[in-house]
Antibody
Framework: EAQLVESGGSLVQPGGSLRLSCAASGFIFSRFEMNWVRQTPGKGLEWISRVTTEGSTTYYADSVKGRFTVSRDNAKNLLFLQMNSLRAEDTAVYFC??????????????????WGQGTLVTVSS | DIVLTQSPLSLPVTPGEPASISCRSSQSLLYGNVYSYLDWYVQKPGQSPQLLIYLGFHRASGVPGRFSGSGSGTDFTLTISRVEADDVGVYYCMQALQPGTFGQGTKLEIK
């Protein structure tokens, strides 16, 4: 069974940095694009980042572009989100989610599935 | 940027009755004249979001047949044929074309 487990969330001061990790198991990690999605307290979901299978291409929401960096280690089945210049409005639960699969015939998209349980980042002085 | 607008934002439903949620996109989500890159997710209380429907109408593995997705291009609908108490949660549409945006969410509650 495919499973994702996030870690690294904590309390950090405004302007600080934090690195989140997402450990994947139960599937061939290197064949899938990966996404980060966040949820601010009591509010909706916000897609924030995606990385392709080799890590060569990344995408970001405007709200985090230039401050956050997504990367992956396929040898260790790990996804990362480096967050710099953190602001109060970055306070949220951060989820990782599996995306498109790279197949011999190209990409195969079947939604974001599964999702991890989330890790809480609190930006406050 | 693509904007998704859901309606209604609150949906009280009697068990056994049908329910529908609309999702309208500011741009067409059709790719290659074949697939619309529009998904539906539900977040039940205290849980992570889970996939219901992908590419407009494909039901994810394990999702009951009373959930269905329809639409193409810019207008999409999630329909629950007979609502059950366990369906309580917030339902989100998401576009995965450029490269990702969620709708505001629709809170389904039982009357």
């Amino acid at each position: 069974e495919a499973q994702l487990v996030e870690s690294g969330g904590s309390l950090v001061q405004p302007g600080g940095s934090l690195r989140l990790s997402c450990a994947a198991s139960g599937f061939i990690f290197s064949r899938f694009e990966m996404n980060w999605v966040r949820q601010t307290p009591g509010k909706g979901l916000e897609w924030i980042s995606r990385v392709t299978t080799e890590g060569s291409t990344t995408y970001y929401a405007d709200s985090v572009k230039g401050r956050f960096t997504v990367s992956r280690d396929n040898a260790k089945n790990l996804l990362f989100l480096q967050m710099n210049s953190l602001r109060a409005e970055d306070t949220a639960v951060y989820f990782c989610a599996r995306g498109r699969e790279l197949t011999e015939r190209g990409g195969s998209y079947r939604g974001l599935d599964p999702w991890g349980q989330g890790t809480l980042v609190t930006v406050s002085s | 940027d693509i904007v998704l607008t859901q309606s209604p934002l609150s949906l009280p439903v009697t068990p056994g009755e049908p329910a529908s949620i609309s999702c309208r996109s500011s741009q067409s989500l059709l790719y290659g004249n074949v697939y619309s890159y529009l998904d539906w997710y539900v977040q039940k209380p205290g849980q992570s979001p889970q996939l219901l429907i992908y590419l407009g109408f494909h039901r994810a593995s394990g999702v009951p047949g009373r959930f269905s997705g329809s639409g193409s291009g810019t207008d999409f609908t999630l329909t629950i044929s007979r609502v059950e108490a366990d369906d309580v949660g917030v339902y989100y549409c998401m576009q995965a074309l450029q490269p990702g945006t969620f709708g505001q969410g629709t809170k389904l509650e039982i009357k």
